[in-house]
């Protein structure tokens, strides 16, 4: 039973691209994030999610927008796709005073 | 939240303790210790947390000083698949968002 499940796991797509990375959690949590791991491996958090209040982290370009359709999914979208986005992006989620679970990645590359 | 110190890289042999030291010297009366790893092309994991009172689980043991300026977990006994980037936190236990702020951990290599 997988807890955090990311879709698609690789994406490749050309700079200028609109892209989607859509997030799943069957935990019942009620926080949803996103983490960006570059190419030097730094882990750093973009989003956070919790009961319709989105906490952005102030480096994060606006080009990149969270929506959650629900309390299970946290999407997140991309526009104009620049090369320094590549990276992987973890979704992740928890409830309070609980530990966070992260999803599997997904390998964003951009040409 | 508080900062963390953890030493780059360690080998560990298999079957013996791996011994992950942190530093949390600024750390605040309300901030948990946390530890996390990521295993090669995979998520992070939740491994243990505490606060002042050492802890243990099926995963690892952490062991906390009585000042509760460093901290060490212990994974008893290692093996390959323990092989991974260990990530020492520290932050409040609060209610809402849980955001974690990653340093760069330190990579434990376990070999046969």
Redesign the interface.
């Known amino acids: 039973d997988t807890a955090?499940s990311q879709t698609p796991k690789y994406l490749v797509t050309q700079m200028g691209n609109d892209k989607s990375i859509k997030c799943e959690q069957n935990l019942g949590h009620d926080?949803m994030?996103w983490?960006k791991q570059d190419s030097k491996?730094?882990?750093?958090?973009m989003f956070?999610y919790?009961?319709k209040?989105l906490?952005i982290n102030e480096t994060v370009p606006n080009r990149f927008s969270p929506k959650s359709p629900d309390k299970a999914h946290l999407n997140l979208h991309i526009n104009s796709l620049e090369l320094g986005d590549s990276a992987v992006y973890?979704c992740?989620s928890?409830q309070?005073?609980?530990?966070?679970?992260?999803?599997?990645?997904t390998r964003l590359t951009v040409t | 939240d508080a900062k963390t110190t953890q030493p780059t890289s360690m080998d560990c042999a298999e079957g013996r303790a791996a011994n992950l030291p942190c530093n949390h010297s600024t750390i605040s009366g309300n901030e948990y210790v946390y530890w996390y790893r990521q295993i090669h092309s995979q998520g992070p994991q939740y491994i243990i947390h505490g606060l002042k009172n050492n802890e243990t689980n099926e995963m690892a043991s952490l062991i906390i000083t009585e000042d509760r300026k460093s901290s060490t977990l212990i994974l008893p006994h290692a093996t390959l698949r323990d092989t991974a980037v260990y990530y020492c936190i520290v932050r409040p236990l609060q209610t809402g968002a849980n955001n974690l702020f990653f340093g760069t951990g330190t990579r434990l290599t376990v070999i046969p």
């Not at chain 1, 309070?96 to 990645?105: L, R, V």
């Open positions: 955090v926080t994030y983490y491996k730094f882990l750093k958090i956070s919790n009961n209040e906490i973890f992740a928890s309070a005073g609980t530990s966070t679970y992260f999803g599997p990645g």
